[in-house]
């Protein structure tokens, strides 16, 4: 089953911000893209669909999953 995306914010409303990817993305363009806006938040991305929508955390949030992820309490969704 294939979901839609139904919130977030159009990417391209975003045009001024400077996305980035972990160097640990492949070359298949299979990457999650972050960038930081003015406020201090976070947009998050598919970089596949780069005008796709962006969803906006606060830096906290952005923290305690980055954080969760080093801890590997995501593990089992790539096993």
Not at 48 to 56: I, T, W, Y
Request: hydrophobic fraction near 35%.
């Amino acid at each position: 089953m294939q979901y839609r995306a139904y919130n977030g914010i159009p990417a391209t409303d975003l045009a001024d911000v400077r996305w980035q990817k972990s160097h640990r993305s492949n070359s298949q363009g299979n990457c999650v893209e972050l960038a930081q806006l003015p406020d201090g938040s976070v947009a998050v991305r598919n970089s596949r669909h780069p005008s796709g929508p962006a969803l906006v955390y606060t830096k906290a949030e952005i923290k305690a999953l980055i954080q969760g992820a080093k801890a590997g309490d995501f593990d089992t969704l790539i096993a």
